[in-house]
C-alpha cells in the first residue's frame, strides 16, 4: 500500500516533467490566463465523477482549514512562482523555488511517525547539486537588484513544501477535494489575468492540444496523483525524487529538439537518480526482505536443507 501510494505520488513528478515543453509549445499565452484554463480542465475528471456517483459529493464536505490549505498552496504557489519570474531571472528564480523537495524532506521530521534518516537529507541534497547543475548551466549570479523575485521564489518553495506537509497532518480528507482547490484555483487566475494580463489566445490546433495536455496532466491529473502521495506514500522519499522533475523535464526537452546534451546534464543525472536511491533505501530494503531469499532446490523440488 504505501509502496504503491510512492509510486502514484511519484507519477506527478514524472507529469510535472513535461510543463516545459507543453508549455513552449502552447504559445504566447501570458501565464495567469493560461493558469486560468489548465486548472479548469484539471476540474473536469472530478466534476465528471461526481456527476456520475453524485453521492462522492459530500466527500467535499472539509473542515475549513483543509480549503484555505489546498487553495492557499494551488494558487498561491502559482501566483508567488509566476511573481518571481516577473521580477528575477528565471535561471536563479527557479533554483530557489525549487528548495521545496528539501524543505520537505527537512520538514517530515516534525510529523507524527516520521523518522529523519541521514540518507533522506543525503540524497535531497545530492538531487539539489543536480538541479544546480541543470537550471544553473550558464552560470547563477544572484543580483540584490532582484530582491522581490528571489523573495517570491522564496515564498513559493515555502508555499509547496508547507502544502504537502499540511497534506499529510490532513490525510484523513478526500482527494476528491483537490477539484475543488483547481476550481479555485482557475477562478482565481482568470481574475488575476483580467487585472493583470493581455488576453492572447492559441494559434492552430497543436498549440490547443497542447494546452489541453498542460490542463489534463501537469496542472490537472499530476495534483490529484501528489495529494494521494503525500498522504499515503513515503513523503520522504517522494521530497527527494521531486528532484527528478527538472532532470526529466530537460532530457525531453532534449529528445524533442529544444536543448542540447551536455556532460554536466549526464553528471547531473547521476547525482540526482542516486540521490534519489540513496533516500528511498529504507524502502528498497524492506521489499527485498518481503521478497525473500531464493532457497536452491534439487531435481525432486525439494528445498536443500
Given at each position: 500500500m504505501r509502496f504503491r501510494a510512492t509510486l502514484i505520488g511519484f507519477s506527478a513528478v514524472v507529469m510535472w516533467s513535461f510543463?516545459?515543453?507543453?508549455?513552449?509549445?502552447s504559445g504566447t499565452m501570458p501565464p495567469f490566463q493560461l493558469s486560468a484554463i489548465c486548472f479548469a480542465i484539471g476540474s473536469l475528471p472530478g466534476i465528471a465523477t461526481f456527476i456520475a456517483?453524485?453521492?462522492?459529493?459530500?466527500?467535499?464536505?472539509?473542515?475549513?482549514?483543509?480549503?484555505?490549505?489546498g487553495i492557499v498552496g494551488l494558487f498561491g504557489y502559482h501566483?508567488?512562482?509566476?511573481?518571481?519570474?516577473?521580477?528575477?531571472?528565471?535561471?536563479?528564480?527557479?533554483?530557489?523555488?525549487?528548495?521545496?523537495?528539501?524543505?520537505?524532506?527537512?520538514?517530515?521530521?516534525f510529523l507524527p511517525g516520521e523518522r529523519l534518516g541521514w540518507h533522506h537529507l543525503v540524497g535531497a541534497l545530492a538531487g539539489l547539486a543536480g538541479t544546480v547543475l541543470i537550471i544553473g548551466k550558464h552560470g547563477l549570479d544572484f543580483d540584490p537588484r532582484y530582491a522581490l523575485g528571489y523573495g517570491a521564489a522564496l515564498l513559493c518553495a515555502l508555499t509547496w513544501s508547507s502544502y504537502s506537509l499540511l497534506t499529510r497532518r490532513h490525510d484523513a480528507a478526500s482527494t476528491d477535494v483537490v477539484t475543488g482547490f483547481c476550481l479555485a484555483t482557475s477562478v482565481l487566475s482568470l481574475l488575476c489575468h483580467l487585472m493583470l494580463e493581455t488576453t492572447v489566445w492559441p494559434t492552430g490546433?497543436?498549440?490547443?492540444?497542447?494546452?489541453?495536455?498542460?490542463?489534463?496532466?501537469?496542472?490537472?491529473?499530476?495534483?490529484?496523483?501528489?495529494?494521494?502521495?503525500?498522504?499515503?506514500?513515503?513523503?520522504?522519499?517522494?521530497?527527494?525524487?521531486?528532484?527528478?522533475?527538472?532532470?526529466?523535464?530537460?532530457?525531453?526537452?532534449?529528445?524533442?529538439?529544444?536543448?542540447?546534451?551536455?556532460?554536466?546534464?549526464?553528471?547531473?543525472?547521476?547525482?540526482?537518480?542516486?540521490?534519489?536511491?540513496?533516500?528511498?533505501k529504507d524502502m528498497i530494503r524492506r521489499r527485498a526482505v518481503k521478497a525473500g531469499p531464493v532457497v536452491p532446490s534439487d531435481a525432486t523440488g525439494q528445498a536443500d536443507v
Open positions: 510543463l516545459a515543453l507543453f508549455t513552449a509549445a456517483k453524485p453521492e462522492r459529493l459530500k466527500l467535499l464536505r472539509q473542515p475549513a482549514f483543509v480549503w484555505i490549505i501566483f508567488l512562482y509566476f511573481t518571481a519570474l516577473r521580477n528575477a531571472p528565471a535561471a536563479e528564480a527557479g533554483l530557489i523555488a525549487y528548495l521545496w523537495p528539501l524543505l520537505i524532506v527537512v520538514g517530515s521530521a490546433a497543436s498549440q490547443w492540444l497542447a494546452v489541453v495536455g498542460l490542463g489534463l496532466a501537469p496542472v490537472g491529473a499530476a495534483f490529484y496523483a501528489w495529494d494521494y502521495g503525500v498522504k499515503a506514500g513515503d513523503i520522504q522519499i517522494l521530497g527527494a525524487a521531486s528532484y527528478a522533475a527538472p532532470l526529466l523535464s530537460t532530457l525531453i526537452l532534449v529528445a524533442c529538439g529544444f536543448a542540447e546534451p551536455t556532460p554536466a546534464l549526464g553528471f547531473a543525472c547521476l547525482l540526482i537518480t542516486g540521490g534519489a536511491v540513496i533516500a528511498a
